[in-house]
């Protein structure tokens, strides 16, 4: 409760030096407290912050760029998680053409980040996998929402910023069971390169789909996404 009343998204936007807060405990009685849990809720606590303040952010700070610049700079991972990016090359190549429909658009080209956990002692070997829709702003594409609908989709990569959080917590609290993360980015933006109505895109996985409404986006990054996370389980990170 302490570390979440704290955060004050205004502040991040400040040149003000901002005094940090320092709190003590103090144990005693019988019922003693452990510090390692203290430790534990705090970390459990900053992961939440984590997503929380990536869906405060405007869709020009937070785009599929700046997702990656967060991760690889901001957020600091221990050795047993690795990071990989596919940039828009590498989503060619890998024939994710549903996801780079997507973001064709948009100035900021799309990205898939891979967050490849794997504790030194695993209690088994076959991962969980967890994928995150991370639309960074969605005006729909050519079938372009009204502004009313338009105004707070900024959160839509709200799936991505959860995933994040929880790969962070993972991490961070040493969890005894090898994890795959996948954060599907894209911005759904509207320009001449934007995919429209009626166009015919093959998935990673095989499937010949027609693009019936453009703002049906979130289910494209995924579908890739997804093919991957099946594909990949268990397996070395492809080169």
Not at 89 to 105: D, T, Y
Not at 122 to 139: L, Q, R
Not at 164 to 179: D, I, T
Request: hydrophobic share 40%.
């Amino acid at each position: 409760g302490l570390e979440l009343s704290a955060y004050n998204f205004v502040n991040s936007y400040t040149e003000k030096k901002i005094t940090p807060l320092k709190i003590y405990f103090q144990f005693s009685g019988k019922n003693k407290i452990n510090k390692n849990l203290i430790s534990s809720y705090q970390n459990e606590a900053f992961s939440i912050q984590i997503a929380r303040h990536l869906v405060n952010l405007p869709p020009n700070d937070l785009n599929p760029d700046g997702f990656e610049n967060i991760i690889l700079k901001n957020l600091k991972f221990p050795k047993t998680m690795k990071i990989a990016v596919w940039d828009h090359k590498k989503l060619a190549q890998e024939n994710m053409n549903l996801h780079l429909a997507v973001g064709m658009g948009a100035k900021s080209p799309p990205r898939m980040i891979h967050l490849k956990y794997r504790p030194t002692k695993a209690t088994t070997k076959k991962p969980i996998a967890f994928v995150g829709k991370g639309i960074t702003f969605d005006t729909g594409g050519l079938d372009i929402k009204p502004s009313s609908g338009m105004r707070l989709m900024k959160k839509d990569m709200g799936g991505a910023a959860s995933v994040l959080g929880l790969a962070y917590w993972v991490a961070h609290s040493n969890y005894p069971r090898a994890c795959d993360f996948y954060l599907a980015l894209a911005e759904n933006a509207v320009d001449a390169e934007a995919m429209r109505p009626s166009d015919l895109y093959r998935s990673r996985a095989g499937f010949l789909v027609e693009i019936d409404n453009t703002d049906a986006e979130g289910r494209l990054v995924l579908a890739d996404s997804i093919d991957v996370a099946v594909t990949q389980k268990g397996k070395d990170e492809p080169e």
